[in-house]
């Protein structure tokens, strides 16, 4: 029977057997003996040492981070890249009001409505549009946003800009507001674009120059017939008055009469003239859209920001942890040779 | 404790053999063998200074642990650990002098990686079981009973070929 004493005492054999010298043993050692320093002491302390597990705090931070900041803030509201569209129903303010110019822009007006009646379901929408941009470049942003407007068929009002911010107002034909929107957001992005729609029907506006236009039409109708009026009466006190006299008064009365008409239905007719041109301002005013371009430089944090999801510092801390993972686990072989005790 | 050049001399001259017979073994190379030996020896010198003698651990086995490593590294840049093949390897590696250690190659053929490098461990480098233990980063225990299966089933192999 084997017994393992002997299987043993056959592998201890084995083993002695396997013990050899290298062919160069004493170069080998000549040089190795060569690089040992004067000083070298098992006691002496080297200053660094690799803490393996450095990753590990790196990693906690950045769960941690993420955590506490995704849940304590509405981090990174959409609304920066989502189009907000405003309607409101006639508040009768126009933008080129006067009340509109002292009040400035109105918003939307949910409660203090003037009271329109609801069999008249037309709408003339004043669209306003505003947007934010972002970019790396305000002043050559803002001169590609002129050249774009004009482009559009549209005029610039006004337009600064500066290293950091920049703004341009505007008005662009309402027809073509979708393309320019397009055309805007592709010039840096929709990461970095940032718009506010907003339309309000000017039916309060209409209503009133349709009232106006037909209260002069009637008082010009009303002095016309006035005046055929006079003609008649006169034609008939010519007729029946013998009297030179009668006749010659009747003629200047006459005479006055007609001119304060006439004077009268002159003044209606240039009033008539002045409400259709307002009511041609008018649509012309719906049929183009205000807007307003704002220009923010950004710099490259905040666009790494804007691209990560999530807080940038939980992403500095993930960096981190790979990158010491990755250190720890490429170098850990020689790091397990001078830890081995 | 100081270590002087004479000191290492001392310990190279005690070491060594058993060290480069260990790689041999393990890499079937011995030009490659020489390579791996003087690293092994010269990253040792480097990090002595970190070296503690703590828990029984011998610089031997400190030494041994090195080598090991620098074997895996080397398995690392080529891909994968190469087994002994008689075209391109050292035919006298497996050359043992008697039969009965000829059998013992044979043997160490039907063990599988961590067992016959256990036995090289316990055998060529003459090393404790504690400090295989150390070097193969396993409990004392762990060690002790893979060594008795070992020794178990080579004896269940000289059992059939006899």
Known sequence: ?341 | MFLNKDDIAVLWDTITPKLYGYLVHVLHDKNLAEDVLQTTWLKAIEALPNFKERAGASFSSWLFAIARNECKQHWRKVGREVSFDPTIHDKEIFNSKTEDLIFVDQIMKHLSSKDRELVRLRYIADLPLNEIAKILKVSPITIRVRMHRTLAFIKIILKNQQ
């Open chain 1, 1 to 341: 029977m084997i017994k393992y004493k002997k299987i043993d005492d056959l592998f201890e054999s084995w083993g002695r057997d396997k013990v050899e010298v290298p062919l160069n043993n004493d170069i080998l050692k000549k040089e190795i003996l060569a690089k040992i320093p004067d000083d070298l002491s098992l006691n002496k302390k080297i200053s660094f040492k690799r803490n393996s597990y450095i990753w590990f705090p790196f990693a906690f931070s950045a769960m941690a981070v993420f955590v506490i900041l995704f849940n304590t803030f509405d981090y990174k509201n959409n609304t920066n890249v989502q189009d907000i569209i405003q309607t409101g129903y006639g508040t009768g303010i126009s933008q080129n009001s006067d009340m509109y110019k002292s009040i400035g822009a109105p918003s939307v007006d949910l409660y203090h409505r003037e009271e329109l009646p609801i069999t008249d379901n037309r709408e003339f929408l004043k669209v306003n549009y505003n947007a934010t941009l972002r970019t790396r470049n305000v002043i050559d942003l803002r001169n590609r946003l002129e050249i774009i407007i004009r482009g559009f068929g549209g005029r610039v009002d006004s337009s600064n800009s500066g290293e950091k911010n920049g703004y341009i107002n505007f008005v662009i034909p309402k027809d073509r507001l979708d393309a320019f929107k397009i055309e805007i957001e592709d010039l840096v992005g929709k990461k970095f674009y940032n718009e506010q729609l907003s339309s309000q029907n000017l039916l309060g506006d209409k209503q009133r120059i349709e009232e106006n236009q037909k209260q002069a039409e009637k008082n010009l109708g009303n002095l016309q017939a006035e005046r055929a009026q006079i003609i008649r009466e006169h034609n008939q006190n010519i007729s029946s008055y013998q009297n030179e006299v009668d006749i010659i008064n009747e003629n200047k009365s006459y005479q006055t009469k007609i001119n304060n008409i006439d004077l009268s239905i002159k003044s209606m007719q240039a009033s008539l003239k002045k409400i259709q041109s307002q009511d041609k301002n008018f649509l012309d005013n719906v049929a183009t859209v205000n807007g307003s371009i704002s220009l923010n430089w950004i710099s490259l944090w905040e666009m790494a920001d804007i691209y990560l999801p999530g807080p940038i510092l939980a992403w500095v801390f993930f960096l981190a942890t790979i990158v010491s993972f990755i250190w720890y686990r490429f170098t850990r072989v020689s790091y397990d040779i001078l830890d081995f005790s």
